[in-house]
């Protein structure tokens, strides 16, 4: 009779396929939770300890570490010598092994899970299963994964049994698991500290990077290409897939390197937000962004912001899609929508336009903890935590910001200057913008000075409007250097600043500024992005 062991901690469709097996004439194997699962689904179950002759001792951590399972597992068939060792020490061979592990990855991402809690959510003897069954994987079919348990049954069910060409698929499965899984625990103990002799996880953004950095990740799927047709590319996620890795995909042409690129730009924008938001992005630069009363007038103000660069652009809206915002946004050429939702009567609305991609991810994952961000370059990688715009979280005005200048800002002001500096946070560097109460009007990004940034947002404005940006406010992503930078603002119509602060020339732009009448705020906290 053939065996299965099967001890899983995910239990996703566990009682349907181990009938299935039993079905098929396979004895069941099992430990502790995942044998009680099966007997209460009225399955026999054999307990692992009745094939060693041993108890499960020491609060479960040792039970199938025993020649009389692993010898069953690693015997390979072709082989007279393991067939006879196997048979003198009564060792009964396992065909199937099907087991996942701890959930060691998901109690890592708790912060509030102690230490001592995450030691205990290292699986030793599930790995030793995983990687035995997968070692001997032309005679032993092992999986890790509820997903495949169906196809596992169909393969069992051809005449000449499971094909070795999946019985290997199932064995890189395997090794992937395992792998995952040490990886995700050195990367979690990497960020353990020891202190007279007491063991302590550093909170998520704590200063000081860890000795060691170990990064996990799943292929999602290949990309057509990359920036470029003639470079190749592929999307990953992390074991755990959240936010962007965890993205469902609705409709549409397939996903590029670049939208994927702009879809996160624009995602990270809405973020800042809890008004109902839009962002249209080129390039992971803003075309525009607004807020409104709901996303569709949100949306219409954003693209109305530039409509010109607003073509063809990537968008983000902080709301689910409604029939009213999916109206809107099929009524402008678009290549990719994100939102944390789509609403079942905009579905049809939105396939009006079936070539653009729409895709919903969880938002409110995307807002947990500072996040760890990697960046290659040639040789190496950085990393660092997300940045937030975390002083203009609450209204302004807000302790921590200085008004430098004679004039106080105005209510509205001190609005428009709050909205200015959560989008300016999120422009390439060097960026300029203009803004008003709700909406951007003028955006000049990536520029080498501050004062070409003011040019190129005036050149935009002008296409517009010639007094477009009369009353407006400015935004700058680090400090202004020298007044001629303050001036071009004040030329442009803008009559609030804010700014980092922080230059040696500080009191000459102050003084520009009150020449001109500004107000201006200095918040102490810079936000480049390259």
Request: hydrophobic fraction near 50%; aromatic fraction near 6%; glycine fraction near 8%.
């Amino acid at each position: 009779m053939p065996r299965a062991l099967i001890s899983v901690s995910d239990k996703t469709g566990l009682v349907a396929f181990a009938a299935g097996l039993a079905t098929r004439g396979f004895e069941l194997v099992s430990t502790g939770g995942t044998a009680k699962a099966l007997q209460d689904n009225g399955l026999a179950v054999v307990n692992v300890a009745d094939v060693t002759g041993f108890p499960e001792m020491m609060d479960g951590r040792v039970k199938t570490l025993h020649p009389r399972i692993h010898g069953g597992i690693l015997a390979r068939r072709s082989s007279d010598v393991h067939l006879a060792a196997a048979q003198e020490h009564g060792i009964g061979l396992i065909d199937v092994v099907a087991v996942n592990l701890y959930p060691f990855a998901a109690a890592a991402a708790n912060p509030a899970t102690p230490f001592d809690g995450l030691v205990e959510e290292i699986d030793i003897g599930g790995p030793s299963l995983v990687r035995g069954a997968a070692k001997n994987f032309t005679d032993v079919l092992v999986v890790v994964s509820p997903a495949d348990y169906a196809a596992v049954l169909e393969e069992l069910d051809r005449p000449d049994g499971a094909r070795q060409s999946f019985r290997f698929d199932l064995a890189r499965k395997a090794f992937a698991h395992t792998g995952a899984y040490d990886t995700a625990i050195a990367s979690a103990l990497a960020d353990v500290t020891v202190e007279a002799g007491s063991f302590t996880r550093r909170p998520s953004g704590a200063s000081g990077a860890a000795p060691r950095l170990t990064v996990g990740l799943s292929k999602v799927r290949d990309l057509r290409y990359g920036e470029n047709p003639h470079q190749p590319a592929a999307w990953y996620a992390e074991e755990t897939p959240a936010a962007l890795g965890a993205a469902v995909f609705l409709q549409g042409k397939e996903l590029s390197y670049t939208n994927l690129l702009d879809l996160d730009a624009a995602a990270r924008i809405v973020l800042e937000f809890s008004a109902p938001s839009a962002a249209v992005i080129k390039h992971t630069n803003p075309c525009g962004v607004a807020t409104g009363v709901s996303a569709a007038e949100a949306y219409v103000r954003a693209r109305d912001a530039d409509r010109l660069s607003s073509f063809g652009g990537v968008v983000a809206v902080n709301r689910a899609i409604d029939v009213a915002t999916a109206r809107a946004l099929v009524s402008t050429k678009l290549d990719a929508v994100i939102a944390p939702a789509v609403e079942d009567d905009a579905l049809a609305v939105l396939a009006q336009k079936a070539q653009m991609r729409v895709v919903t991810a969880d938002f409110s994952g995307m807002l947990a903890g500072a996040g760890r961000e990697l960046r290659s370059i040639l040789g190496a990688v950085l990393v660092q935590t997300r940045d937030r715009v975390v002083e203009a979280a609450t209204p302004w005005p807000a302790d921590g910001l200085q008004v430098a200048t004679k004039r106080q800002p105005t209510a509205d002001e001190w609005t428009a200057l709050r909205f200015a500096w959560r989008i300016c946070a999120h422009v390439k560097s060097n960026t300029v913008i203009f803004t008003a109460v709700d909406r951007t009007l003028a955006i000049g990004a990536g520029q080498m000075s501050r004062v070409d940034a003011v040019n190129v947002a005036r050149m935009k404005a002008a296409a517009q409007a010639p007094d477009l940006l009369r009353g407006s406010v400015a935004a700058s992503d680090a400090f202004i250097p020298f007044r001629d930078g303050l001036d071009a603002i004040a030329a442009a119509g803008a009559t609030a600043i804010v700014q980092p602060g922080g230059s040696v020339k500080d009191q000459e732009v102050i003084a520009a500024a009150d020449e001109h009448g500004l107000a201006m705020v200095f918040t102490g906290r810079r936000h480049f992005r390259h």
